[in-house]
């Protein structure tokens, strides 16, 4: 086990209970404040950690890592140092945090390189360059399938074969608390005989994981699913805003366009492969076996357990929808190994969602369109609406964390507002 996440290990920052970010989680981040430019830093309880600060101090200095690397407004140039050296610094977080060790102590520094975290601007952690949304719930492509065709129909043909994907769009990924213009576009009602144009009535959140790539390829190579993850650095919430009306419209036979592209939400934290580790579990049971290059031995999946809250304008809000990262039947790695296997290029900093992760249980589901089963059952709120999709001045949040053994690692939020159609 890496010594770094044992449960005993405590910092000597105040970690609150319940917090997402004990010292054993130590994910990595981008914030800026009014007086300071964007650097890197990690979380520590409420506060983060000005990676920039500790590197001019010589907290890095054996490590053979250059000081410019922190002071960059993207994760991009220090994921691609490669993980020895990402890893490395966390581990050397992981020591001038402990309370116990005495060799890298920083508290005296902390006035110069602690903040509070409601006192700074967390940022895009990535420029992603390109990201691919998967489809790897089977739950989720169940309920969908059963949805517009038929229980028996449900699956596609191709679907227990391959993790299924689209191409999405990258330049409208934001960041945790960016507000989300409900999008305009063309619609064919139900029993309409030529489509109209407005603002999308059926606006739904997708409930996702994305995970960033930290190793690049080259064209013509593949990464096999066995080593798969040596290629990525590690995960974050993703809420993959969907207009549903505008994507039934314009889905055939090319697959989501605009119904997809106007927003992606994802959280500021990029949680490391390392500290993800103790929550390593398998996946469902895959049947029929796989073709051999999406095969990889021993556990791929991780038990993270993931929320959804809708917050009115008014009032209280409701956790909507309890699902588990475990739930997808298409792992990371079998899905990188996919994207690869025709020799297409994968760049450091480009970002693969899971798809919609929904469970087995109907409060498990990871969109509105399931939950609400296509508005036919609406979801009652705490101030007596209801809603079937998402309304103006809603705020979708997700939420994820791991826990096991009295330790509890978490992803932070990715939140965002619903504002009216623009103009
Ligand atoms: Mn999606």
């Known amino acids: 086990m890496n010594r770094k996440n044992d449960p005993s290990l405590r910092s000597w920052v105040e970690v609150p209970k319940g917090s997402d970010f004990p010292i054993q989680n130590l994910p990595f981040g981008v914030f800026k404040t009014p007086g300071l430019t964007p650097r890197l830093c990690t979380a520590i309880g409420d506060f983060v950690a000005d990676l920039q600060v500790l590197s001019e101090h010589g907290f890095f200095d054996d490590l053979d890592i250059p000081t410019l690397v922190f002071a960059q407004p993207y994760l991009n140039d220090f ?116 489509p109209v144009f407005g603002p999308s009535r059926l606006l739904d959140f997708e409930l996702e994981m994305a995970f960033v790539i930290g190793k690049g390829t080259t064209l013509g190579e ?116 996919h994207h690869t296997v025709n020799g297409c290029n994968i760049r450091v900093g480009d970002l693969m969602a899971s798809g919609t992760i929904s469970g087995p249980t109907p409060d498990s589901y990871g969109s509105m369109l399931e939950l609400s089963w296509r508005g036919t059952k609406p979801i009652s709120m705490p101030d007596g609406s209801s809603r079937k999709f998402l309304l103006d001045g809603d705020t979708v949040i997700l939420r994820g964390w791991c826990e096991k053994n009295g330790l509890r690692i978490g992803f932070g939020e990715a939140s965002g507002k619903v504002l009216p159609a623009k103009g």
């Open 222 to 337: 593949s990464v096999s699913a066995e080593e798969a993850e040596d290629y990525i650095f590690g995960l974050a919430l993703f809420n993959d805003w969907s207009a549903r009306d505008i994507q039934k419209w314009e889905y055939v036979p090319l697959g989501p366009f605009l119904g997809k592209s106007f927003a992606s939400t994802i959280s500021p934290w990029v949680v490391t492969m390392d500290a993800l580790e103790p929550f390593r579990t398998e996946g469902p049971r895959q049947d029929p076996a796989p073709l051999p290059y999406l095969q990889a031995k021993g556990p791929k999946s991780f038990d993270i357990q993931l929320q959804v809250e809708i917050l009115p304008e008014q009032g209280q809000g409701k956790a909507v929808c309890h699902s588990n990262f475990k739930y997808l039947y298409w792992s990371m790695a079998q899905q990188l190994a």
């Open 79 to 194: 994921i691609a140092l490669g993980k020895a050296k990402t890893s490395a610094v966390r581990n050397r977080l992981s020591e001038i945090l402990d309370d116990d060790l005495e060799d890298w102590d920083a508290s005296e520094l902390a006035d110069y390189f602690l903040h509070k975290q409601s006192n700074v601007q967390m940022l895009l952690p990535v420029k992603v360059g390109d990201y691919t949304d998967f489809y790897s719930s089977r739950e989720h492509a169940t309920n969908v399938g059963s949805m517009f065709r038929s229980k028996e129909n449900a699956l596609m043909p191709n679907w227990l074969h391959l993790p299924v994907g689209y191409h999405g769009r990258a330049s409208s990924i934001v960041v945790s608390g960016t507000p989300v213009y409900r999008p305009k576009g063309q619609q064919m009602p139900d029993g309409a005989e030529k």
